[in-house]
C-alpha cells in the first residue's frame, strides 16, 4: 500500500512540475490550416462566402485556424477538388451539386428540369429532413455536406432565339457534367459538351458551343454574355453548391473547433444566401443592359408550362436512381 502511495505521490509531482511544458507545447503548435479550393471569381456569391468564411474563422479561433482560399480553379477544378479533398490536398470545396453525382445519385435532385418552381421551394426543401440527410449521404465515401450556398436559377444563353424547346435542337451547348442535365438536352435534340467552368468563355468565343446554361452572376461575371446573341431565362434547375470537406478531416479536429466552424458557415451561409439573391438581381441588370433587352427572352406562364411539360419524362427516367422519395419531396415542397 505504502508503495502504491509513493507512486501516486511520484505521479502528481511529475505531474504539477510537467503541466507548464505541456502548456508551452500546446501553445506552441501549429494552427490548423484549412485551405479551400473553388472555381469562381472572389466578387461572386461563392467567393464572398469564402472570404468571410475565412475572417470570421481567423477571428474567432485566431491562432488556432488559418484559412487559405483558392478562387478561380486555381487549386483544382470542380470536377477535381472531391479527389483533392480525399487526398488531404484542400480540407474544403463548394462545388457546383450537379459534381456529386459520383458520391452520391440522390443529390441528382437538384439537376431535374423544372422540379423547382423558384429559389423558395429550392429553400423548403433544403431545410427538410430529406433536404438535410443529402448532407450526409456521401459519407460511406468519405465525403462531408456542411451547407447549402445559393447561386440561383439557370437560364440558358445561345447564338439563335431560344422560345419553346424544339428551338433548342441541333444546338451544341456546354454544359456541367450531369447525367440529368445531358438527358435534358438530348430529349429535346441538342448536342452537349461537359467543358470546364474555366474553360467556358474560350469555347464561347471560338465557337466551339454554341451556347450554355448558368446562373446570372457566373454569366455576368465571366462575361458569357458578351460571345452569345440571346438568352432565355428558364429558371429551370438550381445552379446551387454544397460545402464540403473530408469525413476524415472533419471528425478530426478538435470537438470545440468543428463546432466553432459548423457555426461560423451557418452564419456565412445565410449571408451567402442574401448576396446571391442581390447579385442575380444586379448581374441580371448588367447582363440585359449590355445585350440589349431584344435579346431578352422572358417566358410566359403558358411557355413555362410547355416547358415543363416536355421535361416531366426526364423526372421518371431518373427518380429510380434518385429516389422516389427524393423526388416527390423536392416536388411537394
Given at each position: 500500500?505504502?508503495?502504491?502511495?509513493?507512486?501516486?505521490?511520484?505521479?502528481?509531482?511529475?505531474?504539477i512540475?510537467?503541466?507548464?511544458?505541456?502548456?508551452?507545447?500546446?501553445?506552441?503548435?501549429?494552427?490548423?490550416?484549412?485551405?479551400?479550393?473553388?472555381?469562381v471569381?472572389?466578387?461572386?456569391?461563392?467567393?464572398?462566402?469564402?472570404?468571410?468564411?475565412k475572417?470570421?474563422?481567423?477571428?474567432?479561433?485566431?491562432?488556432?485556424?488559418?484559412?487559405?482560399?483558392?478562387?478561380?480553379?486555381?487549386?483544382?477544378?470542380?470536377?477535381?477538388?472531391?479527389?483533392?479533398?480525399?487526398?488531404?490536398?484542400?480540407?474544403?470545396?463548394?462545388?457546383?451539386?450537379?459534381?456529386?453525382r459520383?458520391?452520391?445519385?440522390?443529390?441528382?435532385?437538384?439537376?431535374?428540369?423544372?422540379?423547382?418552381?423558384?429559389?423558395?421551394?429550392?429553400?423548403?426543401?433544403?431545410?427538410?429532413?430529406?433536404?438535410?440527410?443529402?448532407?450526409?449521404?456521401?459519407?460511406?465515401?468519405?465525403?462531408?455536406?456542411?451547407?447549402?450556398?445559393?447561386?440561383?436559377?439557370?437560364?440558358?444563353?445561345?447564338?439563335?432565339?431560344?422560345?419553346?424547346?424544339?428551338?433548342?435542337?441541333?444546338?451544341?451547348?456546354?454544359?456541367?457534367?450531369?447525367?440529368?442535365i445531358?438527358?435534358?438536352?438530348?430529349?429535346?435534340?441538342?448536342?452537349?459538351?461537359?467543358?470546364?467552368?474555366?474553360?467556358?468563355?474560350?469555347?464561347?468565343?471560338?465557337?466551339?458551343?454554341?451556347?450554355?446554361?448558368?446562373?446570372?452572376?457566373?454569366i455576368?461575371?465571366?462575361r458569357?454574355?458578351?460571345?452569345?446573341?440571346y438568352?432565355?431565362?428558364?429558371?429551370?434547375?438550381?445552379?446551387?453548391?454544397?460545402?464540403?470537406?473530408?469525413?476524415?478531416?472533419?471528425?478530426?479536429?478538435?470537438?470545440?473547433?468543428?463546432?466553432a466552424?459548423?457555426?461560423?458557415?451557418?452564419?456565412?451561409?445565410?449571408?451567402?444566401?442574401?448576396?446571391?439573391?442581390?447579385?442575380?438581381?444586379?448581374?441580371?441588370?448588367?447582363?440585359?443592359?449590355?445585350?440589349?433587352?431584344?435579346?431578352?427572352?422572358?417566358?410566359?406562364?403558358?411557355?413555362?408550362?410547355?416547358?415543363?411539360?416536355?421535361?416531366?419524362?426526364?423526372?421518371?427516367?431518373?427518380?429510380?436512381?434518385?429516389?422516389?422519395?427524393?423526388?416527390?419531396?423536392a416536388?411537394?415542397?
Open positions: 500500500m505504502k508503495e502504491v502511495r509513493k507512486f501516486a505521490l511520484i505521479f502528481t509531482l511529475w505531474s512540475l510537467l503541466a507548464p511544458v505541456a502548456g508551452l507545447m500546446a501553445a506552441g503548435q501549429e494552427p490548423i490550416k484549412i485551405r479551400f479550393s473553388h472555381v471569381s472572389e466578387n461572386t456569391p461563392k467567393g464572398q462566402g469564402a472570404l468571410l468564411f475572417k470570421l474563422a481567423e477571428e474567432r479561433l485566431a491562432g488556432r485556424v488559418e484559412v487559405e482560399v483558392f478562387p478561380n480553379s486555381i487549386r483544382f477544378t470542380d470536377e477535381q477538388v472531391l479527389l483533392g479533398l480525399l487526398f488531404d490536398d484542400v480540407q474544403m470545396a463548394a462545388p457546383s451539386l450537379a459534381k456529386f459520383s458520391f452520391s445519385d440522390s443529390i441528382q435532385v437538384f439537376d431535374l428540369p423544372f422540379l423547382f418552381n423558384d429559389l423558395e421551394q429550392v429553400h423548403r426543401f433544403q431545410s427538410s429532413e430529406t433536404g438535410r440527410n443529402l448532407l450526409d449521404s456521401m459519407i460511406p465515401r468519405g465525403i462531408k455536406g456542411l451547407s447549402y450556398w445559393d447561386n440561383g436559377m439557370r437560364v440558358i444563353s445561345a447564338n439563335r432565339s431560344i422560345r419553346t424547346p424544339a428551338d433548342l435542337a441541333g444546338l451544341l451547348l456546354r454544359i456541367e457534367p450531369s447525367a440529368v445531358a438527358a435534358q438536352y438530348k430529349s429535346l435534340g441538342a448536342n452537349t459538351f461537359a467543358l470546364p467552368f474555366n474553360r467556358v468563355s474560350d469555347g464561347l468565343r471560338l465557337g466551339l458551343v454554341d451556347g450554355q446554361e448558368n446562373s446570372w452572376s457566373n455576368q461575371s465571366q458569357f454574355h458578351e460571345f452569345q446573341d438568352l432565355v431565362e428558364t429558371n429551370h434547375s438550381f445552379q446551387g453548391y454544397m460545402v464540403v470537406t473530408s469525413v476524415k478531416f472533419w471528425d478530426g479536429l478538435p470537438a470545440d473547433i468543428r463546432e466552424l459548423q457555426q461560423i458557415l451557418a452564419e456565412v451561409s445565410v449571408e451567402v444566401n442574401r448576396i446571391a439573391v442581390e447579385k442575380q438581381r444586379s448581374s441580371r441588370e448588367a447582363v440585359i443592359t449590355a445585350m440589349g433587352p431584344d435579346r431578352i427572352v422572358s417566358l410566359s406562364d403558358e411557355e413555362r408550362a410547355v416547358w415543363r411539360q416536355a421535361m416531366q419524362p426526364i423526372w421518371k427516367e431518373f427518380e429510380h436512381q434518385i429516389g422516389v422519395e427524393v423526388v416527390n419531396a416536388a411537394e415542397e
